[in-house]
Structures are given as C-alpha cells and as structure tokens.
C-alpha cells in the first residue's frame, strides 16, 4: 500500500491575510518609529508612555504577524529598507573611500577600538594599529561588499547567505556604534608595548617609570616591557555616510543617533534571516514590485543628500541584474554572473574617484562654498544640568536642575544633611562646531620670509603693519646714540631735551613672530592654492606644469602659495630639489585632507570662494585656468 505525500504549502506575502499582515507591518515599523522617538537623548519631558506603547505596538504586530502568517510580509519590507540603505550607504562611502579610511584609521587606534578588547579580556597587548596601513583597502572592501549585499536583498538572490552577510555586518556595525556611543574618555585602560633595549622610546619610558606611576616596567631583562595608564580615544562621528549627512542636512548623525540606527537595521535584518530558512513563493510579476518599491525609498535618500547618482545607480543596477537572471534566477552560474556585474560597476565608480576626486563633494572647501561663511556655521549648545543629592541618614536621592526655582529654594548644597552625590548633563541642542575650525590657519614664520613671498603686496602690507618706527637721538655731550619707539610720550621728557634727532627706522614689532593668512585668503580678489597634504608622498609629475602656472599667474599679479603640513626643513629641501619658487605656507594637516583627496591638488579662489578644484590627475594648464576661472 502506497503512502500519501503531503506537501506543505509554501509561504507567501500574503499569509493568511494580505490586508491584516499589511497592517501589521504598517504597525511594527511605526512601533520602531516611536521608540527610536522615545530613546532619543535630545528628547524632553516625560518618555514613559511613549516608550510603553512604542514596546506594547511592537510586541501586538509580531504576534499578529505570527498568528496570520505575516513573517514573509515583514521580512519583503525589511528587504527593500536594508537593501535600500545599504546601496545607498555604501555608495556615498564608495563616493569618498580616503575620506572613509581616514575614520578607519581613526577606529585603528590603541586607544580606540582595541581598548575594549584589553579591558574585556585583560590583553593589554592587543593591537589594531597595524591595520591603519591596510585602512584604504578595507575601506574600499567594506563599500563594494555593502552596495552588493544591498542590491542581493532587494533582487532576493541567495538570501540565506546574503542574510547571514547581512546580519553579521550588522552585529559589526552595531557594535562599532554602541563603542562609539559608550566611549567614556574618563575611564582608564593598560597597554603594554615592547621595546628593544636600544630602543629610545623604551629608555625614555625607564626614566619616566621612576616618577609617573601610570608606566610601569614589566620587565627588562632580554627587552623592554611597559605597561602605561591611558584614556580611551574616543571617535565623536562613525562616519556611517561619510560627509554626505554633514554637507546636505549640516550635521552628521550622533553616536547615539548612529547606534540607533543600526539596531534598527539589525531588527530588520534578523526578520530577513528568519523568512530566508523559510521556504516561500514570490511570483515574478511581484519580484518586480521589491526593486520599484526600493527605488522610491533610493530616490527619498538621494534627495536627502542632495546626490542622484545612488538613484541612477540603483536603476542601472536592478535593470542589469533582472536581464542576467532572466532566464533563470536559481543559476549558480547567473548568480556569480550578477556579482561580476555589481562588482565592476561599483568597481568602476570607486576607481574613478581614488584617480581623481569625489564625484560629489560634501567637504566644506567644496566648489561653490563661501569659506568666510563655513567658518561661521557652527552653533553653540543648550543643556541642561542636574545635580544629584543625597540624604545623609534615610539615603534618599533627590536630582534638581540646575539653576531651577527648587534649587534655589532649597540650596541643598548648604544643607549638612545632605551631600552632594553626582550631577548629569542633558543635550536639548548639540554644539556644532563651524565646518571650517580655527585649525585652518596657514602661517609661516617670520625668519623664512624672502623674495618668493615679498612679491605679494598681502605680505609686504603685513610687514608694513607690523612694522614699528623708532627715532634715533644723538647725545653729544656722552656721545650716545639711542632709539625711541615713535609715539612714546618720554620722547619729550626733559630727559632727552639735550639731544639731537638724527633720523626714523623701520623695525619688526617684537610680538610679530609669524604670518597668519588666514583672512588675507578670504579677501584676495583672486588666489591660487597648491595644497599638499604629503611633500614627500606627493606625486610631482606634473611639477612643470605647476611651475607655468606660477610663473603666469605673477605675471598676471595673481598671487599662488603652497599649504603643506611639513616642516620648514623639508619645505626647504623640497624647493631646492624642484627648484620651485612658490610661497609656502604651514597649516593642520586634517584640513589639508578635507582639501583635497588628492596630493597635490589645486584649487581656485575669489574673495573666499571656491571657483575651482583640480586634482594631480586633471590639473589644467593657465591658459584654460584663464579662460574658464580666473577671467
């Protein structure tokens, strides 16, 4: 007697109702909505009853969700949301992978990342610095690998896979972010570090132990073993969107922003993982509807950061990969065949821009920015502090406001009853610090100055207005010669009345010790910068060209300096081997990197507005600079 084969019936969206599993959705991601609300540290007043009915939506749309069979529903909305923030995420990374790597290297640090390591499982010698050299490597891999996952979910290719990827990129993330949030620069760690005996960092420290009990010796013996004390370093901004938040909306996402947005994903994401182990029916005519309802969310985020290539990209990327799976989707050979595609059409983006610049520049000396005004868009904070007392005899807590009537009133702090406990500090506004900070501030010291810089009337007017004139006095009686400063009123003492002027004297104000150009560039009609954030790694193959520059624009009375970040000694070096006679000046070398990716770069300004930037790759010659910029 033969046996009766019964066949599950695959899920579908739908469930056991299309309308009530819709609903359901509708309500779990608004529950998300309102606790991600609630948890909000910017958030006033009393958060209880949202945070409770935020938990009470949440916990009624799983259950309705698993009583009508919805897990495929939430999971089909979880796709396009993770999918489509992945594309977009990854592609606005992809957009500047230096700038990205720059926030790794950061994460890199002893005294970052590594310290919760070492804390956690007591391995003071666990180190993360030596990936800061790979940092551009794993930058540019972290981008391709989130633009191709992204589209993977939306297109709904090997989702067992691609959400396991996605749900451990995810915890990653997430705890990248909790780090970031949780950073307390006021805890401290041990890190221990080896030396050769030779070594002078490692004698230094031998004599710095004998006085400062935050380093210790270890041992000494076949090398140098040194514990040192020290203060996490933390990182303000996870670099989660590069500079694309921070150049369209004016702020990049907080830490505790940051976190939050990543356990949401998470929750997304784990939906996803469940509905994938699940076996479930999609029919291709609504394939189509995962992509089309992923690109009006792609095109809500690409109108956020003001950015249209996501959009385009997207497209490009949905209409390639529904073409190469259109016979048949369950391929292995179609599947790697759609990962070649992504890869080299994020490939070709990501090549592009480490050639030459972001295709899209949210930087604050971006073409187009006033730089007088970025240097004044910054704001100051509101908060507010809470001072925590306690009861001496009862040990009841009381936290008043700071400054509030009760605490006026009660001045608890005057009360031997009570003592003072701990106070806390409540962000209503962030302080936001002005995109171009007080670190931009090219100068050169005074004893460097020479014929390359006196040629620029900026200069020899600084010269003049620190100048000071003296007059020199001729006693005949004791032959004696002196020199007053002109307006100093003991000119005309009677001390002095015996002696003769003999002339006046320009001198150096002894208090002028360097020049600072920083207002000077914000006024000069017109500027030509070479910025180079490395003399020595710099590529200078394009050095005689840059020289016609030069040599044209003093011509034409257009003033062309050089910002660096090295030393004078190296500048010197570098002038002598090139025999390049342009007036060079010092600043920070972080804003050198927000200058340009490129080293060198140039870049054209009028009255502090940037009118061109060029990197090593495409700079113009004078004649088109003339033309098209400077005309």
Known sequence: MSRKVVMRPKATVAGRSFLFNVIFVALNIVSISLLVLAFHPNLTGNTTALKITGFAILLFSIFGLIVFKGRIALASAARVIVGSIFIVSGLVKANDPIGFSYKLQEYFEDGALAYRIKEWFNMPEFSLEGMGESALTFSVLICLFEIILGV???????????????VGIMLFFTFLTWHTDNCNPGVKFTDRNRYELSNPIGQALLKKAKTDKSVKIVSRVDEIIVD??????????????????KGSIGRSLTPAESFWKDLVLLYFSIWILLAAFKKNQVPEKKKLLYWLTSLVLITLLSWLFAWWLPLLFAFFSFIGGMWILRKESTNPKSFWNLNLF???????????????EPIKDYRAYA????????????????????????????GRTKEM?????DYEKERLWENKDWKY??????????????????????FLPYEEVNDDYLQFSFITNKFAKNNE?????????????????????????????GFQMMDTVERRNEDFTEFNIREDILKLKKLIILSVRNLKDADWSEIEKLKDILKKSQKDNIPMIMLVSSSMEDVRAFKKKYNFSIPVFITDEIELKAIARS???????????VKGKYPKRALPDYKWLELNVLK
């Open 421 to 442: 406990l701990s106070n806390r500090q409540k962000v209503i506004v962030e302080t936001r610090l002005s995109s171009i900070t007080e670190q931009f501030s090219p």
């Open 469 to 497: 004139t003296f007059v020199r006095l001729y006693g005949k009686e004791n032959d004696t010669m002196l020199s007053l400063k002109v307006g100093d009123t003991t000119i005309l003492s009677e001390s002095y009345a």
């Open 367 to 394: 073409v187009g920015s006033n730089l007088s005004l970025k240097m004044k868009d910054g704001a100051e904070g509101k908060y507010l502090e809470y001072m925590t007392f306690k009861h001496k005899k009862s």
């Open 228 to 245: 040192e004390t020290m203060s996490p370093q933390c990182v303000n901004d996870c670099g989660c969107f590069g500079d694309a938040m």
């Open 342 to 356: 992504l890869l080299v059409l994020s490939g070709l983006l990501v090549s592009y821009v480490l050639m030459y």
């Open 599 to 609: 080293n060198p770069s140039l870049m054209v300004l009028k009255k502090g507005i």
């Open 401 to 405: 406001l700071l400054g509030s009537k």
């Open 152 to 166: 993977l979910v939306v297109l709904g290719q090997r989702l067992k896979v691609v959400s396991v990827l996605i």
